[in-house]
């Protein structure tokens, strides 16, 4: 079933309970601009939205979940399986008065006139009632522009390209200060400019943002890396302040600085060109966020040496110590802080692969250390690339194709995809008649050097030839340690 078969149901229930009952919002904005249609979409009900919304749960008869939040007289309903769900939303026609120190509104009824008038942004402050999709066919964009309820100007703003606020901007994002990543989030997923009144509100207010939970603008921060250019929010966020809240660290990349003719590059502007960069070649938020994040040790590890020049020695150390404290600080989850502590900490390290006669040995530990994300880490160290020269960036691609070229072999040979010791500690256990703890661990670690070394292969019996030529060196510093204690 697709959205439009339950906007017609939708519609007939709204006849037969002769209540109106209106689309709002992104969906009539998208369905105007021509964009893909959305599979959520937010119904205005003139009169009661949770009591409509249980009658239409009746009309259906069961065949998707109601979801109720009577404190806000709105209820949402799901229909299909996870991976291709429909989401509907009925919330009662409002008005909205807001705490100074809260987002949650005291909710007054209203009519529709004075509900689109709380909307975020004139664009999405269009509603158009559902009757008008009750045809055979999809409506055209025409009927729909002329059908839609629009006392602001949104389809003039649509036309424009621009973002503006329905009421006063300073009065908007103080009610709601999520608001203001909206509308920088927007500006990048729709590609449209923002009003200079609305940006400088923005600025003015940036503050307000504090009162928003961490949970919420890392949903929008992760929402503006997944648009097509994400540098598009990270400079907006950055030009009205609100990056000062969110990443700091970030922000402190800022700057060049310049002594004795020694001068480095600006690595604020080199860590939104690596984000984009990402951008076109994985669709993975993350690995873009990583981008964004990879050189955020730079400001803490910045020293000019003599004859050398700025140096960061260690910047990707310090760095992912920082992206723990993001993390905490987003309330990001321990999977997704690893992966970005991961990446931080490795990817100065395939720089220091690109010589002809390096090792196998160093390929090896590459490939164990990063494990599964090396993929991703590639893709990050070739758009780590941000030269304007075209000679030097052709050559610096092609020092990578080469790595991935080793990568591969090492790969093929070793066996190194999920490595860890052949012999494993259970067999080191059985073999010295010891309990789980340390000992068994260095063993285990002595043999696995030893693989990486390329030492041994990585097979069972060359793993256990191996674990009985060094087995009793461990079993002596054990018994020492003990006698010690």
């Not at 590059?265 to 939104?272: A, I, R």
């Not at 400001?299 to 905490?328: C, D, R």
């Not at 080469?402 to 860890?420: G, M, N, T, Y």
Request: hydrophobic residues 40%.
């Amino acid at each position: 079933m697709d959205v439009f078969k339950i906007i017609k149901k939708i519609n007939t229930c709204s006849k037969k309970e002769k209540i109106p009952v209106y689309a709002v919002g992104g969906f009539v904005r998208d369905y105007i601009l021509g964009r893909q249609e959305k599979n959520d979409v937010d119904f205005v009900v003139v009169g009661s939205g949770l009591e409509f919304a249980k009658k239409f749960d009746l009309f259906m008869k069961e065949s998707g979940s109601l979801v109720e939040f009577p404190d806000f007289d709105t209820a949402r309903y799901i229909l299909g399986e996870i991976d291709n769900q429909i989401v509907v939303e009925f919330a009662g026609a409002r008005s909205e008065n807001y705490k100074s120190d809260s987002r949650k509104p005291k909710v007054q009824i209203a009519n529709l006139q004075q509900d689109l008038t709380r909307r975020d942004f004139t664009v999405n402050a269009m509603a158009v009632s559902v009757s008008a999709f009750a045809g055979i066919l999809k409506p055209s964009i025409k009927k729909i522009i002329e059908q839609a309820v629009d006392p602001f100007n949104g389809q003039k703003d649509l036309q424009a390209k621009v973002l503006r606020t329905p009421l006063d901007p300073d009065l908007t994002f103080i009610d709601d200060p999520l608001r203001m990543l909206r509308a920088i989030r927007f500006a990048s997923q729709l590609e449209f400019s923002i009003d200079s009144k609305t940006l400088e509100s923005i600025h003015k207010n940036y503050e307000r943002l504090k009162i928003i939970s961490a949970e919420r603008i890392q949903e929008e921060l992760l929402k503006m890396l997944a648009t097509k250019v994400p540098s598009v929010s990270l400079a907006l966020m950055f030009q009205t302040k609100l990056l000062n809240l969110i990443l700091p660290e970030v922000v402190d990349l800022d700057g060049v600085e310049e002594i004795f003719g020694h001068q480095h590059k600006n690595n604020l502007v080199h860590s939104f060109k690596v984000t984009d960069n990402i951008a076109l070649r994985s669709n993975k938020v993350m690995l873009r966020f990583a981008g964004l994040l990879h050189d955020i040790g730079k400001s803490k590890t910045k020293k000019l040496l003599p004859k050398i020049g700025w140096t960061f020695y260690a910047h990707e150390f310090v760095g992912k110590k920082m992206v723990y404290q993001i993390s905490k600080r987003l309330r990001l989850s321990k999977n997704d802080t690893d992966y970005l502590a991961k990446l931080v900490r490795w990817h100065q390290q395939p720089i220091s692969l690109m010589d002809e006669d390096i090792t196998d040995s160093a390929i090896r530990r590459l490939i164990v250390g990063v494990g599964e994300e090396l993929k991703d880490l590639l893709i990050l160290c070739r758009s780590d690339i941000t030269t304007g020269n075209p000679i030097k960036k052709e050559k610096r691609l092609k020092n990578y194709d080469h790595l991935e070229e080793r990568i591969a072999q090492v790969l093929e040979r070793d066996k190194l995809s999920a490595f860890q010791s052949p012999f494993r500690g259970e067999d080191i256990m059985k073999e010295c008649g010891l309990k789980p703890g340390p000992t068994v661990g260095k063993i285990k670690e002595a043999i696995e050097e030893a693989i990486l070394d390329g030492k041994i292969k990585n097979e069972y019996e060359d793993a256990k030839e191996y674990f009985f030529k060094i087995k009793d060196e461990f079993l002596n510093k054990a018994q020492d340690w003990e006698k010690i204690i």
